[in-house]
């Protein structure tokens, strides 16, 4: 039933309220895709490359090192185990990612925020693993637990993010050892968005996963994914002990774990764009079936890391075509086997947020975005080859991340929304300001971007001509001052409190 | 034959050599699109689109205005004309438009540098129209005769910039009724790139022919395109004189035109994207097929030119998903009628060079590169919802545009490519510097950024900490220094000197 002009323009205000607040924290975005893949290759092509991932798998092997059971586990899947290199059966592996779910729901304490990784969905996570932060004010310095709670709340106030992510910055001034237990704390109780555990040795990974407990309890743990870890493989070709006892540890919980061969083409992997996806393919089926030999059914995300270099220096280069090309190949290998993948991200070597930062961001988040990444680590926030964390970048990013879910929504072709009757009070050579179709329609009509200016210069001068990063500058502030965490029954509270306090007098701080 | 060791290292050190020297005007680059086309809608929503399309061309019509001629064409054609607007029957005006060549070349004065338009051919072109320019030095200021010629000098020493555009920036220091013989002289001394004539008024569409004629000889003008007009339809559904007659003048001389709707939704056309489209669509295909009844094959572009605006002010906006979703529309539609296609372009609304810029810019160009424009006006330079061009801005974009030949190109899956061999000297664990493959591969393996800066924080702080601006600043500079204008033969010179002295001698100065 076709409705009426008085439903459209209620629907057309209702949609255009959750636009407009879209950046506040209580509003949830969704990035779902309405339009089709973009399939880069041919046919012949990606069989090309799946044949080389294959000979990868079966000729050269895959090592696991210092996990005795890793090893265990695949001599009893029948792998051909030679010292820690194992060589597998391409079609086996192949069977075993077949056991992985093509799609999972990774669970919130907020259910409106539990997350859908696979299919046409698209998570957009802030960025991980940065030692340093950056904003205008203070500019490039160490990260801190300060600094680390407060980009979670900025995560959370940002409706385009869909995910608290995991290291969002490293906590420096917190030792080593324990600084996992105060970065899991904070994603519980400042946030409600789903989020990443650690994985930086088997201890931590399953104090992460028991701090989920404390928050989920024990039964929903048996039956949801409510944490993921996120692994390198340590490319070329090898999962240290790191990797393959994160993945027993998440997976061994039922939980999630994302496993991303990281290559730098050139040095971790060939300098050509197909043999470095062939590489990182066959890496990542690897750590995939493995998770499958840990937990049959196990969520896990097909992940991907790809970077060019700088052909004069041998420096890591991002946003460049190479990279581009590497994320629509990976979309279409993972959609062959029909496993959620992870690629790409807001990705830049710049030094600052300046237009180096954004044209290099927006072509690989366009690519990321248009390759179909169900997972998308590093969609906002990153600067410098992933060792800063940037305020204004974040927030940055996150707005047009916004703009990505229009993008990936399609286009409407339905009478409305293709004027039948704009033309009924609007003559050639006269305009639709005011017509009946831009009333029914106009509230709702275009993304309505919180951090681009699009007035006329005289208004810009007059409001202190600002560029975008000082406009940025002002926005996370407001964001933070605005921010409330969510609520959390204080039981849990005091528990995950209990528990942290409990886990860091056990030992001695260690400081690397 | 598979190309051995040596020969693909001598074809490695010969593409690279092309690359790195890719920014100089010696080199000519070729943006050929080798990777799929990407349709976003379904062929039931594009058949809806052109459904709204004939729907308009039958039964609202189309007013040709102010062009008693224009209008005899139109009636001699068969169309239903009352008073000045046309009718016609949606199957004809599609038959017309098949008589339109689906690719053509315009021809260069410098043969190397004739660019193919249409099929998978893209020709990226300056800015075209702004009365402001901007660079770091003196800010922002009305544009010159200086700083046209320096634009086009620019250009010309831009690689990954195909055309010369047309008024790259308008020569305010001149009178409105002269400036075009200046623009059209800068075209055909300062550079050896194909160009736009004017369009403005018949006399300058006129002279701007006479003068191609002056350069490439009479005879040449009758069976080679060596000049185009690029004409804005009055949306909605008006074409004014001015764009009629410029149709008149650049096709009857058998030279081409692109002719380009231009809709900011919601004032010159409906504020929902798909009915925009339609609207252009049948704007742009009336104006194809008035061009072949002016001279049947007459090489003709279908453009598009379509923006969203600010939900709060009205003001334009730019970058933005709505028109990224147009532009794949329009792709898809061109492709179904045969043309080649101009649309999208670098566009922002931002005042600066900054990060807005920078993001709006990179998102609109990926989309009119991934939608497979074939004739991109705009491609750099813009900025200020098109009222400035910037210095520093064009040779940004232009450095993100020689990116795009590279993503266009796609993935070779060749054994070479596929790296089949490169793990006979390379163990897991270990690396890929220095080994055979990178060797064999390193020097043509990545897009080398002119202006991208990849390096460490430390030496990128030696080095001044300059943003991405600076760099550009000084880029533009040493273009400019470096630059000689293309040899030309000085008969044609004296020729078009005489020719402007003449029609500047024949009339008064009018300014406005």
Known sequence: MTPTAAERRREGRARRTRRK??????EVMRAHRAIPYVDIASNEAVERIEAQSDRLLEEVGIEYRDDARALAIWRESGADVEGTRVRMDARTVRELCAQAPSEFVQHARNPDRSVHIGGPSAVFAPVYGPPFV?????????????????????????????????????????????RHLDMVHAHLTLSDKPFLGSITAMERAEDSIEMARIAFGAKRMESDCTIMGNVNVNSPLVFDRVASEAIRAYCGANQGIVIVPFVLGGAMGPVTTAAAVAQALAEAMSGVAFSQLVRPGAPVVLGNFLSSMSLRSGAPTFGMPEAALSNYLIGQLARRLGLPFRSGGSLTASKLCDAQAAYESADSMNATAMAGANFVLHAAGWLEAGLVTGYEKLVLDADRLAALHVLLAGVSTDDNAL????????????HFLGSAHTMANYESAYFDSALSDSESFESWTEG???????????????????????????????ALDDFVARKKASCADAWH
Request: aromatic share 4%; proline share 9%; glycine share 8%.
């Open 21 to 26: 607040n879209a950046p506040e924290s209580s």
């Open 134 to 178: 950056r904003c205008l004010d203070k500019g490039r310095r160490y990260g801190t637990i300060d600094d680390f709670q407060r980009l979670v709340r900025l995560t959370h106030a940002l409706a385009s993010l869909h995910h608290s992510g995991g290291v969002t910055c490293e906590p420096c001034d917190l030792p080593v050892n324990k």
């Open 419 to 430: 004027g039948v009757h704009a033309y009924e009070d609007v003559e050639p050579g006269s």
């Open 464 to 494: 202190g001509a600002k560029d975008a990063t000082v406009r940025a500058n002002e926005r996370w502030k407001a964001l933070l001052e605005a921010h409330e965490p969510p609520p959390l029954d204080p039981a849990i509270v005091e």
